[in-house]
């Protein structure tokens, strides 16, 4: 079993920077754990959609379209910890973002039913 928490919403201005963290506990991931760490994001209204991926072996990373270039995924193996950090933050980006642990690499890194774990998510508000 894995628990996960985030952390590091908040209220931001268009074109500012946050940094979210995800702590697992409850299982030690190790460097060539099979885990895949996924972060997902839910707008009033809207349906639960994918944002970010990274493999917890190896650490190759996914994205969404519309965060490319703006949102970097990471993890720190020694802190059992993955990070979203978002720049030039856009209003549309508002949402409740979600973290997610997939047990084993299912290779469908965008589908929210893959994942086994969810944390309980954290609040990211941007205004115009």
């Known amino acids: 079993q894995v628990q996960l928490v985030e952390s590091g919403g908040g209220l931001v201005q268009a074109g500012g920077s946050l940094r979210l963290s995800c702590a697992a506990s409850?299982?030690?991931?190790?460097?060539?754990?099979?885990?895949?760490m996924g972060w997902f994001r839910q707008a009033p209204g809207k349906e639960r959609e994918f944002v970010a991926a990274?493999?917890?072996?190896?650490?190759?990373?996914y994205y969404e379209d519309s965060v490319k270039g703006r949102f970097t995924i990471s993890r720190d193996n020694a802190k059992n910890t993955v990070y979203l950090q978002m720049n030039s933050l856009k209003p549309e980006d508002t949402a409740v973002y979600y973290c997610?642990?997939?047990?084993?690499?299912?290779?469908?890194?965008?589908?929210?039913?893959?994942?086994?774990?969810w944390g309980q998510g954290t609040q990211v508000t941007v205004s115009s």
């Open positions: 997610a642990a997939q047990r084993y690499n299912s290779g469908r890194y965008s589908f929210a039913e893959e994942y086994n774990y």
């Open positions: 990274i493999r917890w072996s190896g650490g190759i990373t």
């Open positions: 409850g299982r030690t991931l190790s460097p060539y754990s099979s885990y895949v």
